[in-house]
């Protein structure tokens, strides 16, 4: 089966630029989750989506951070203005709903680097 | 909240030497336990994963876990260490919830290092 599709692989912009990053989980997986890993640190769930609703943005900064997924589907993120301390790689996973038992797909990431 | 611990930031062993990565977790409900590998520049694969079926776990690339309740621990082994393992290894904890959550929550990393 095919796999997580982020893009792009690589953003860098100027503080206080916008930028938005795609995601195209797996075919059927009703879950998608949005991390965010700082160099040297674990990632860090961003936002939750299941189908097309929102489960937990409860570390999303809101005043910058938005995420959207529409039709259930693909889903994006989006930084505006971004600060230098938003330097990350942005992972997108998917999961099939209602159980961890099948677990967690990853994407290869979004390298940001905001200078 | 669950979370994990993982023990040593920093690995270096040995090629031929025993891979032992240290994760301890916290959670008031039974876990769902993974460890996941990072090559640079890359995504996070999944190594293997423990569902609360059989407590000790194979994974790819010759890896293993054993989740040990009395302890809270799901350490990761590998028999001989291959050039090829070097990379960051996390742990990852969720627990079910119905109707919704199970996110995973990460330690922060082990980086291994294999030497000559």
């Known amino acids: 089966e095919a796999g997580v599709a982020q893009s792009p692989r690589y953003k860098i912009i100027e503080k206080r630029q916008s930028v938005a990053f795609w995601c195209n989980p797996i075919?059927?997986?009703?879950?998608l989750y949005w991390y965010q890993q700082i160099l040297g640190q674990g990632p860090k769930l961003l936002i939750q989506?299941?189908?097309?609703?929102?489960?937990?943005d409860s570390q999303l900064p809101k005043d910058r951070f938005s995420a959207e997924r529409l039709k259930g589907v693909d889903s994006t993120l989006k930084i505006q203005p971004a600060k230098l301390e938003d330097s990350a790689v942005y992972l997108c996973?998917?999961?099939?709903?209602?159980?961890?038992?099948?677990?967690?797909?990853f994407g290869s990431g979004t390298r940001l680097t905001v200078v | 909240a669950q979370s994990v611990t993982q023990l040593g930031s920093h690995v270096s062993v040995s090629e031929g030497a025993l891979v032992l990565l240290r994760c301890n977790y916290s959670?008031?409900?039974?876990?769902?336990l993974f460890w996941y590998v990072q090559y640079p520049n890359q995504g996070l694969q999944l190594l293997l994963k423990?569902?609360?079926?059989?407590?000790l776990v194979k994974g790819i690339n010759g890896f293993e876990a054993e989740f040990k309740k009395s302890e809270t621990s799901f350490h990761l082994t590998k028999p001989s260490a291959h050039m090829s393992d070097a990379a960051e290894y996390f742990c990852?904890?969720?627990?079910?919830?119905?109707?919704?959550?199970?996110?995973?929550?990460f330690g922060t990393g082990t980086q291994l290092k294999v030497e000559l």
């Open positions: 996973a998917s999961s099939l709903v209602g159980t961890p038992y099948y677990g967690y797909t």
């Open positions: 075919s059927g997986h009703a879950t």
């Open positions: 989506f299941q189908n097309n609703g929102v489960v937990d």
């Open positions: 959670s008031s409900v039974p876990p769902y």
């Open positions: 423990y569902t609360s079926a059989a407590t």
């Open positions: 990852a904890v969720t627990v079910w919830i119905t109707g919704g959550g199970n996110k995973l929550t």
